[in-house]
């Protein structure tokens, strides 16, 4: 099996080692292959035709293209073509199909790391290919409020009313300053790429984050953000980027081969290495 990840700065990825033990597990023998664009000196779009065309069975797509692959594939279901932004893509039969793992992985790893308390009123910063996917995922949580913050006015603005038209009974308003969006705000997320490393800077500071319950960074590499020290540092309880990326790598592996993997197992290999 051929698969591989579509991104930039990707360099730090661990979707290769996890691809390949849940690959191990099953007796299947796969390459998983970064692919950044740049380096190739192709357009996403003509990386993602040339991968399709030279024999891959399944890729992932990563920061910043979630949104832009959805002109190049068919999204699974209706329900993944209102998300508005496709993680991973099947090709099979000359065809391309997209799902969004990142939608499923935050509900496992939300579940599994605040059981069945409800998010309430949360501040969502970065309405991207992630933060669209974790809003649809928030509501069907029960979150009571979204505020949907964004430095590009627009993208805040098609999330809170894709949110409405989907949810008419959801509470979602768009905001441009994050500083501003997390007053009174129980839950704080961070979609953006900021904190990545090659990326750094950071969204909010420890004073910001004062009288929030829990915070979720969307960013994994590295595991422990300087948005989460702070979040630490202000007494929220603290889910990873890392459960978002194990559980919707799990998801992905069974789009990928069509059968389920041991998440147990799989999360014991990967800590092994």
Known sequence: MKLGLIGDKIAASRAPELHRKAGEAAGVDLTYDLLIPREHNLSFEALFCWARDIGFEGLNITYPYKERVLELVTPASAAIKTLGAINTVR???????????????????????????????????????????????????????????????????????????????????????????????????????????????????????????????AVYTPVETAFLRAAHEAGLRCLSGFELFFWQGVDAWEIFSGEPTDAAKLRKALSAL
Request: proline share 2%.
């Open 91 to 217: 090709f099979k039969n000359g065809g391309a199909s997209g799902f969004n793992t990142d939608h499923s992985g935050f509900m496992h790893a939300y579940r599994g790391a605040f059981g069945t308390a409800m998010p309430g009123k949360v501040c969502l910063i970065g309405c991207g290919g992630v933060g669209r996917a974790i809003g649809f995922a928030l509501i069907e949580l029960g979150a009571t409020e979204i505020r949907c913050v964004d430095i590009n006015t627009g993208r805040a603005q098609a999330l809170v009313y894709d949110l409405q038209q989907t949810y008419p009974n959801a509470k979602a308003t768009a905001w441009t300053e994050a500083e501003k969006a997390v007053d009174g705000a129980y839950g704080l997320l961070n979609c953006t790429a900021l904190g990545m490393g090659g990326v750094g800077g950071q969204v909010l500071t420890k004073a910001q984050m004062a009288g929030a319950r829990w915070a979720f960074d």
